[in-house]
Nanobody, 123 residues
């Protein structure tokens, strides 16, 4: 069974940086697109960033220029580097493995999910 485990969340102030990691075990990591999503209290889970198996990326407009998604296929690890964090970035962040090798933006295009890591940005 594929297992995804996110780490790196925490409580930070506005303008700070954080790097999230997602370790994928028992999975064929390099052949699949990977994504980051987030869910704030009372809101639906939303797309944040995705990376294809070839390394092409896509971002939500709200994080473009501030967040960077990248992957280490040799170690089966996905990353999300977050800069200039804002209070509206506060959410539980989830990584997910895509059903294909594309950098998909829809929740429906992902079949395995991690348990999430909390990111809280104070003003």
């Amino acid at each position: 069974q594929v297992q995804l485990v996110e780490t790196g969340g925490g409580l930070v102030q506005t303008g700070a940086s954080l790097r999230l990691s997602c370790a994928c075990s028992r999975c064929i990591f390099s052949n699949f697109g990977m994504g980051w999503f987030r869910q704030a209290p009372g809101k639906e889970r939303e797309f944040v960033a995705a990376i294809s198996w070839t390394g092409s990326t896509d971002y939500a407009d709200s994080v473009k220029g501030r967040f960077t998604i990248f992957r280490n296929n040799a170690k089966n690890v996905l990353f999300l580097q977050m800069k200039s964090l804002k209070p509206e970035d506060t959410a539980v962040y989830y990584c997910a493995r895509g059903r294909t090798g594309l950098a998909a933006t829809s929740i429906l295009d992902y079949d395995y999910w991690g348990q999430g890591t909390q990111v809280t940005v104070s003003s």
